[in-house]
């Protein structure tokens, strides 16, 4: 990519915060332990839980982040190499202990928080003490001044207040690096996640330094053909009135419904919608509820990189997040065969990326992994160019 593409840049707030509950058994870890000293040798352990977690060592003996699944993936990603973070975290985080709690920050927080935002492309907030969502969306509004409406998104996401949305995801599963909204021509700059809730230790987010990771990328084949031929991204999205309004959540092999992700009640609706979002559209058949005929696909021919004024380059804009591994670890989607999955990706001539390239791409965001711990309160915003972003499974 030589020049930029030209997408536009509006900008959006997510929050991300879980809330949910894992069940255990004893008998279920008994025979999900064997099952592991099989799989991964008699020094591996796990945590007890319904599902198999299983954790160890890697490939290539790298770290393997814990997850939940029946055999494991065949590309496995660790978030982090090794215990060091590729920038380190308290370069770009405010302890606001020395500031009043509010509606809005102090002058001398809002100004450290631009600077901060300006030099590093991220800036995180601790120690706030805020507890109310409307608040902690004031404060990153300090750095994320003009907002988009969330539509065309892929995970099924629930508002809390005006444009700030739940994670969408189960907690059980992997989200692999990415940036969001990647597969839609129309994308947001910055976003910023905020903590409702956070059980120690549970639920922390990954951020990956993205112009190492593009300047190694061009280093090999992978990245130039990623350059000369772009990708594909296609989504596939279910009818909810064919599930009766039912998602994963519900044990259903739904990642998300037309409905839902656009904003529509009618297929003409989402059409319209699609094409505001540069999406070709198809309606087909559901291959998991063949009387299903309003099920929608839609597909993006895009670049694999963006242009990035704020560093005045072009940097990675695509990730394996939007192929059909993002549901290995996803509840109910995970037994679904990964050709009939919601999410596919090829490249940009509708050639396959094969398991070796999708391995070598999670294992570059790996290398410039950091890893940002949450407690009640805090807020990190950032560049959806400058960094991609991603969650390890967990257990509560």
Known sequence: ?????????????????????????????????????????????????????????????????????????????????????????????IDCSPYRPGTKPEKELAERMEDVFQEMGVVRLTNT?????????????????????????????????????????????????????????????NLA????????????TYLSENLSVTEELMQTDLGRKLKDKGVCYIRCLTDREAYKGEGWKEGQPVYNHWQLSFGAETPDEAEAKAAECGLETEWCSDPLKESSSRYLKTKLYTDAFEFCPDVGRNVLFSSIADHNMWFDTWTGVSEVPPEKRPLQMTFGDGSPISIEELRQWVNLYDRGGIRVRWQTGDIIAFCNYRFAHGRPAFEL
């Open 1 to 93: 990519p030589d020049s930029c593409p030209g997408r536009a840049w509006p900008r959006a707030l997510l929050s991300c915060f879980v809330t949910d509950f894992a069940s255990s058994a004893m008998s279920a870890f008994q025979t999900l332990q064997a099952a592991q000293r099989r799989l991964l040798g008699p020094s591996a352990t796990m945590a007890a839980s319904a599902r198999g977690m299983f954790g160890g060592g890697a490939a290539g003996g790298r770290f393997m982040m814990p997850g939940f699944w029946a055999t494991p993936p065949a590309v496995i990603p660790s978030f982090r190499e090794g215990e060091a973070d590729k920038i380190p975290l308290e370069s770009f985080t």
């Open 129 to 189: 003490r805020l507890t109310d969502v409307e608040d902690m969306k004031s404060y990153a509004n300090v750095v994320i001044k003009e907002q988009m409406k969330y539509e065309g998104g892929a995970n099924p996401r629930e508002g809390i207040v005006g444009n700030v949305y739940e994670v969408g995801a189960p907690h059980d599963a992997w989200l692999h690096y990415h940036h969001e909204m990647a597969y839609n021509q129309h994308s947001m700059k």
């Open 193 to 204: 996640f905020c903590s409702v809730k956070a059980p120690l230790g549970k639920g922390d």
